[in-house]
């Protein structure tokens, strides 16, 4: 995490001291809101949503978009992890190995609103092409209990008369056919405005040319922080301070 505030890579951060005011008042560089907040939003996302998948050790967490991509370069197509954003508040997003050049993408940051419609194993089924958590464990082995159970299709119409439709994770020009997993057409009624797109792989962008490709619509944690905990937004609560940390 200590990354995050520096945005620099290969220095010794052991001795290094993290002030007052880096931590909470002055904004990450390039961003514009501070580490506090940063941090603060992660904490909330896990405790509203992703609890028992931090628990499992499901979640990588507090890793780089660079560190991700070269962790999984060295693995088989399908290979996935998740982490948390640090270029937005409060976002989870998955990178996967999308070929067997061993590129690797990203999706568009979850925000707890998204997880609050669909949750992440629900969206990661959705997704045939993520078929192993790093480094290798089956994906329905890491999240198979978390999966929302099938509505009962022999009896699609309700008591009202409705059909009740089924939200569905998608990113255009992906499905889990073809070699690499790519193929278009993949869901073809889903509406456009409901899909998430990191490198907007509906276009087939490069790496270069977006962070992130949005949809349509760890397993080793970086500690396991105790949720029991209870995080204040406002910066008033943390007055015993003496002015540095870590």
């Known amino acids: 995490m200590i990354q995050i505030l520096w945005r620099t890579q290969n220095v010794d951060f052991n001795h290094m001291v993290i002030s007052w005011s880096q931590f909470c008042k002055e904004p990450l560089p390039q961003r514009s809101f501070t580490f506090w907040e940063?941090?603060?939003?992660?904490?909330?996302?896990?405790?509203?949503?992703?609890?028992?998948?931090?628990?499992?050790?499901?979640?990588?967490?507090?890793?780089?978009?660079?560190?991700?991509?070269?962790?999984?370069?060295?693995?088989?197509?399908?290979?996935?992890?998740?982490?948390?954003?640090?270029?937005?508040?409060?976002?989870?997003?998955?990178?996967?190995?999308?070929?067997?050049?061993?590129?690797?993408?990203?999706?568009?940051?979850?925000?707890?609103?998204?997880?609050?419609?669909?949750?992440?194993?629900?969206?990661?089924?959705?997704?045939?092409?993520?078929?192993?958590?790093?480094?290798?464990?089956?994906?329905?082995?890491?999240?198979?209990?978390?999966?929302?159970?099938?509505?009962?299709?022999?009896?699609?119409?309700?008591?009202?008369?409705?059909?009740?439709?089924?939200?569905v994770t998608h990113v255009p020009g992906w499905s889990g056919s073809g070699a690499n997993g790519q193929g278009m057409n993949s869901y073809p009624n889903t509406p456009l405005d409901h899909m998430f797109y990191e490198n907007s792989l509906g276009n087939y962008s490069t790496k270069e040319t977006s962070e992130y490709s949005e949809p349509e619509n760890n397993m080793a944690a970086f500690g396991n922080y105790p949720l029991e905990m209870e995080f204040s937004s406002s910066l008033d609560d943390m007055s015993q301070a003496d002015g540095s940390f870590f």
Do not use: C
Request: no cysteine.
């Open 38 to 167: 940063w941090f603060y939003s992660v904490m909330k996302l896990i405790r509203e949503h992703l609890k028992g998948l931090w628990m499992d050790g499901a979640i990588m967490g507090f890793i780089r978009k660079s560190d991700a991509e070269n962790m999984l370069t060295r693995y088989a197509t399908g290979t996935f992890l998740l982490r948390f954003s640090d270029s937005e508040l409060g976002g989870l997003t998955v990178a996967w190995t999308a070929s067997n050049d061993y590129e690797v993408f990203s999706l568009h940051p979850f925000s707890a609103k998204d997880l609050s419609i669909r949750n992440v194993a629900d969206r990661l089924l959705d997704l045939t092409y993520l078929t192993k958590l790093y480094p290798n464990i089956d994906k329905d082995l890491a999240f198979g209990k978390y999966y929302t159970q099938s509505p009962n299709i022999s009896t699609p119409v309700t008591n009202n008369g409705y059909v009740k439709p089924l939200l």
